[in-house]
């Protein structure tokens, strides 16, 4: 079968992080193409069998009116030169225009994966055309069951599937009393991120939590403001930013805790992949996400959204007790076996063959 993932680049992200291991999962047994609408180096390391066809990098264009023309007939080429089979289109922001192009350039099955929080793909214009067109789609996937909740009265009910993102996890993972006095936070700094509230709580510590850092680990538009955010509460080397790093495996085998502070997730892969780590995680209880992860007090701590001062409460305790930490880091990796990732790729594979059945063989 030829099988076409289609998304927005390449770059350093957690949506472009799992496109890359679904590809090289698919390329095993299906001829895999990564379509992209930006020209970037990828990220994350593909397999030499899975294709990757990006733009000319003439087609970033002066201006965005001709930026999205030559990103479109980029597209509409690429889709109808490979024929796929399957084409799975990643990301809200470019549902509606890429199922249409796909299914125009001949496509013969299209299936949709919001990544955001879900009212991203039902707000303003978008969502209308969202609505629209993703009816051209065979299935369209959420990550969580809330998210699959908050859209069941804007998408077709027999369309919605859940499925969540694949995990990879560790055989071996640092023993709770090996790891460093670290508190560690991975993702894009800035916007709905928000690390600046973590920094505040991690300021406000007290007693032993002298002794910790709190490391933050990711690039983004915020960046700057945070490190200099950063220095209003504490100079020295107690608050670091690492920058984008290709494989975060080594900073959460590190640390003993994983603190997130994000407003609003699709599938808080970071967390998750904390979780499985073996990291002692602490989180805002945002949509979407972190409540199905986590189960407060047994494998971590869920914090109502916006209130720093339980936050800074429930993260002392974390930082005090190791018996809590050690609790937290053995039951974290047993619960994230659900998402342990040949399973969840495995179920995709299965979603292929029943609803494909033929199909290659029909080419």
């Not at 919001?114 to 793909?121: A, K, Q, V």
């Not at 995990?167 to 600046?196: M, T, Y």
């Not at 608050?239 to 790093?245: H, K, M, S, T, W």
Request: neutral net charge.
């Amino acid at each position: 079968m030829r099988v076409a993932i289609v998304c927005v680049s390449l770059r350093g992200g957690g949506t472009e992080r799992i496109v890359c291991r679904i590809a090289n999962h698919l390329g095993l047994a299906h001829e895999t193409a990564v379509i992209t609408l930006a020209t970037k180096e990828p990220f994350f390391a593909l397999e030499l069998d899975v294709r990757v066809k990006q733009p000319a990098p003439a087609a970033a264009g002066s201006t965005k009116p001709l930026r999205l023309l030559r990103q479109a007939r980029h597209l509409h080429a690429s889709v109808r030169g490979f024929r796929p089979d399957l084409a799975m289109i990643f990301g809200e922001d470019i549902a509606a225009p890429a199922a249409l192009i796909a299914r125009s350039a001949g496509a013969k099955r299209i299936w949709t994966f919001f990544r955001g929080r879900p009212e991203r793909s039902i707000k303003g214009l978008k969502g209308r055309l969202n609505r629209l067109f993703c009816s051209l789609s065979e299935r369209i996937f959420v990550q969580t069951m809330a998210g699959k909740a908050e859209l069941s009265g804007y998408y077709p009910e027999e369309k919605l599937t859940v499925w969540p993102n694949p995990i990879e996890i560790p055989d071996v993972v640092n023993p709770s009393e090996n790891r460093d006095a670290l508190v560690v936070n991975v993702g894009s700094i800035g916007r709905l991120k928000n690390q600046q509230a973590l920094v505040r709580i991690f300021a406000g510590l007290e007693g032993e939590a002298a002794h910790w850092q709190l490391l933050f680990v990711g690039d983004g538009p915020d960046r700057v403001d945070l490190e200099a955010f950063s220095r209003t509460f504490l100079a020295g080397t107690r608050i670091l930013v690492a920058g984008e790093q290709k494989d975060v495996a080594d900073y959460l085998d590190r640390a003993a805790i994983f603190a997130f502070t994000s407003l609003s997730e699709g599938f808080p892969n970071a967390l998750a992949e904390a979780m499985a780590a073996g990291c002692a995680c602490i989180s805002y209880d945002c949509p979407t996400g972190p409540a199905e992860l986590i189960e407060h007090g047994v494998n971590g701590f869920l914090v109502e959204m916006g209130n720093e001062a339980r936050f800074s409460e429930l993260l002392q305790q974390m930082i005090e007790r190791d018996d809590l930490r050690a609790q937290f880091s053995q039951n974290a990796r047993a619960s994230m076996q659900r998402f342990q990732a040949e399973r969840v790729l495995r179920q995709l594979e299965e979603m292929i063959g029943t609803e494909t059945n033929g199909l290659g063989k029909a080419a």
